[in-house]
């Protein structure tokens, strides 16, 4: 069973140090990264059904931009994949090109998080 778009996913049994768990694929972290870590109790209904309830972790403002890079760099990884002659390399032209556009620029870390992780740019003309 590896439906994963009715959310349902494969377990398979797990030792995790002395104790008995199950294992969760990689997919169960990726589409469900608030309930990574999370804590929580399992309640038997039968023989062979269970019944886990977690309490999620609240992500912190750091963890989403965490999440949104990540999610950004999967697609970029995705279209390089699916479409390698699309990849331009990267030249020593457009290394100069951005090191000139970013001449005089300083960034504040102090600064207010609307640009994300409390960084700032400040232009000195």
Do not use: C, W
Not at 59 to 70: G, R, W, Y
Request: charged share 30%; net charge negative.
């Amino acid at each position: 069973m590896s439906d994963n778009s009715n959310n349902n996913y494969p377990v398979s049994p797990a030792k995790i140090g002395n104790q008995d768990g199950y294992r969760l694929p990689r997919a169960f972290s990726k589409d469900h990264p608030e309930l990574v870590g999370a804590s929580g109790h399992v309640e038997v209904l039968d023989e062979n059904t269970l019944l886990v309830r977690l309490n999620p972790i609240e992500k912190t403002e750091e963890d989403k931009d965490d999440v949104m890079m990540s999610l950004f760099l999967d697609f970029l990884m995705k279209s390089a994949v699916e479409e390698p002659e699309s990849l331009v390399a990267y030249t020593e032209n457009m290394s100069t090109e951005a090191n000139e556009l970013l001449a005089g620029v300083d960034i504040d870390e102090d600064a207010t998080p609307e640009l994300g992780s409390g960084a700032r740019v400040v232009r000195e003309d």
